[in-house]
């Protein structure tokens, strides 16, 4: 068996053009762009190119982009100082503050210093809740792309058996909560591993949709998986390649050349799950300008 590859560059550009269609609008009728702010602190190389990412589709898609550049020995007085400014500004009905900071800044303390309804990366306590109840505002981003990705390459996840390695606030709970839930596109059992889950393989061959999200390249086998699993790879590593002009190569959590061979459906990396949550952010920040003028956020597509 050879996988059919779930193309994220592709499906995120669809997302991307719905987007786009879906603000002109806004600005035709209601001559409102939605804004979106970014928060950068510190010189992380990897956090930086995300962020120039970010704010070209944003501005590809119409919206209203500023990126807040701060140096690594910003206080914590003054990075939420700075959130407090955007929580303000009427221009902006996103705000996202890139992780990681530096060590010497709480991630809560800023995180939950966002306004919760310009929470786009879906990460204040408050919008974690309606996640869990069932009622989420805004959906992290990665969870979402990866709902997406699903839905979209035809792998409703009703029904399925998910299991997810890693268990982050940023990736590993919310998917859970997720595909969890009784909605369209979701009512799947999920079973969520981490690094106390004994016997991994056992765990992972019972997958009918295995999400890896671990940030330990290549470490998901095709031993590991079963025939027809369906893989979803979220993670992004580096690792040696002296033959390459820049000296690495990027890789996946997941053994891509060997588990291909097994799988029903993969995706790559580069140019999977990482396309399409830059255009779930996008639409977190559509449907947060949507709240600003009717009240509640509407479905974007």
Known sequence: MSATLIDGTGIASEVRGEVGE?????????????????????????????????????????????????????????????VRRLNDDARYHGILVQLPLPAHISEDAVIESINPDKDVDGLHPFNVGLLVAGKPRFIPATPAGIQ???????????????VVCGRSNIVGKPIMNLLMQR???????????????????????????????????????????????VVIDVGVNRVDAPERRRGYRLVGDVDFDAVS????????????????????????????????????SRPTA
Do not use: F
């Not at 500023?66 to 990075?79: H, N």
């Not at 790559?268 to 952010?281: D, F, K, N, R, S």
């Open 183 to 229: 909605k369209d596109g979701a009512n799947a059992t999920v079973t969520v591993c981490h690094t106390r889950t004994r016997d991994l393989g056992a765990m992972t061959r019972q997958a009918d949709i295995l999400i890896a999200a671990v940030g330990s390249p290549q470490m998901i086998t095709a031993d590991m998986v079963s025939d027809g699993v």
């Open 148 to 162: 997406e990705l699903l839905l979209r390459s035809g792998n409703d996840p009703s029904g399925k058996h998910v």
């Open 22 to 82: 879906t603000v002109a609008e806004m600005r035709a009728k209601h001559g409102i762009a939605p804004g979106l702010a970014v928060a950068l602190i510190g010189d992380d190389a990897a956090s930086a190119v995300y962020v120039r990412m970010k704010e070209r589709a944003a501005v590809e898609a119409g919206m209203a982009s500023e990126t807040i550049r701060l140096p690594a020995d910003t206080s914590q007085d003054e990075a939420l100082a700075v």
């Open 261 to 296: 061979q097994k799988a029903a459906a993969i995706t790559p990396v580069p140019g999977g799950v990482g396309p399409m949550t830059i255009a779930m952010l996008l639409r977190n920040t559509l449907n947060a300008a949507r709240r600003s003028i009717h009240g509640e």
